[in-house]
């Protein structure tokens, strides 16, 4: 049996055979993308409108033209705060008070619903703060709660002011005439310590049964509310004017 012979081919065989591409090879893996040339270190302002330019500055730091004021909200929406039947009758002998800072103030639309018994809030093109509608909802719901329309009206020009709303069992587990005794502690005789505890810590108090409403800063509320459990808890109202002093005049150093 002869043996086998090489296979001989010529150099432009062999040329044409290394360039021809296997036929399992991806042909668009010969596609490569050219990198730019030249290398920029500046951003370059899109072509718009003159707010949405951006310019770059000595520091490499992009510079944005100042957003314009829009003309008012992008939507309308309302609230309805729902008032309580035994405030139906102070908000109608209140409600000349009432209307003015939502109106003139916050540029809202208001009207009182007699038959629901709520208070109607709507934002409207003349509105220009975007949580006015949110502070005329706080507004209504401190009168609704039981805080006097000048308490209530504090709400509209500062924005570090909250309302906390707790009960007595939430703190000790009362009933009967224990739960009375409790609400005449805080009280006092003809409000004296409500007072004296509204006076101290700069805030305002307002019982309603055995539920407590307190409007004030944060730091204001956590001083009254201490004040309040201490006397729920059994503390003798003399000891709680102690403490109450004693915060007092921290308060005057601070300030």
Known sequence: MPAPTALVRRPEELAEAVSVPLPDQNIDDEL????????????????????????????GRPRFAPAKASDGPLRIE????????HRMSPLKASWPK???????????????NVKN?????????????????????DFVKAFSLGFDVDDAIAL??????????????????LQGEH???????????????????ENASRTRVVLADSKIHILGGF?????????????????????????????????????
């Open 78 to 85: 309302s609230r309805k705060v729902p008032i309580p039947p």
């Open 219 to 255: 730091k204001n509320i956590h001083i009254a509310r201490e004040a309040i459990v201490s006397l729920i808890l059994g503390s003798p109202p003399g000891k709680v004017y102690g403490n109450l002093r004693t915060v007092a005049s921290r308060m005057k150093e601070r300030f």
């Open 32 to 59: 490569l993308l050219d990198a730019p040339t030249s290398e920029t270190n500046t951003l370059q302002p899109i072509a718009g409108d003159a707010d949405t330019e951006m310019h770059i500055d000595e520091e």
């Open 156 to 173: 509209l020009r500062l924005d570090d002011l909250y309302i906390e709303t707790f009960e007595i069992k939430d703190v000790k587990t």
């Open 98 to 112: 009432i209307y003015p800072p939502l109106v003139e103030h916050l540029k809202l639309q208001v009207r009182m």
């Open 179 to 197: 739960l009375g005794r409790a609400i005449g502690r805080i009280a006092g005789k003809d409000g004296k310590t409500k007072f004296a505890i």
């Open 117 to 137: 018994r709520a208070v109607e809030l709507r934002s409207s093109k003349f509105t220009t703060d975007s949580g006015a509608l949110q502070k005329g909802e």
